[in-house]
């Protein structure tokens, strides 16, 4: 039984793809993070270029 278990510890066939796993999860997270923080950043200029164009568009039909 310690020998199963000896050789299953020594055993490193999924060692790539536990990395591979762990890479992507972190890529992926930090694409996430990433995305939150852009479209924050998009909605403010979204609105402010919205209120511009709202502004202008009043001034010219006046």
Known sequence: ???GI???FANESGAVTV???VLTAAVVGLAM????G???NTQAVTNATGAT???A???LTN
Request: aromatic letters at 22%; hydrophobic letters at 55%.
């Open 19 to 21: 990395d591979w796993v």
């Open 6 to 8: 000896k050789e299953f």
């Open 33 to 36: 993070i990433t995305y939150v």
């Open 1 to 3: 039984m310690f020998k």
């Open 53 to 55: 164009v709202l502004t």
């Open 38 to 40: 852009l479209a924050e």
């Open 57 to 59: 568009q009043e001034f």
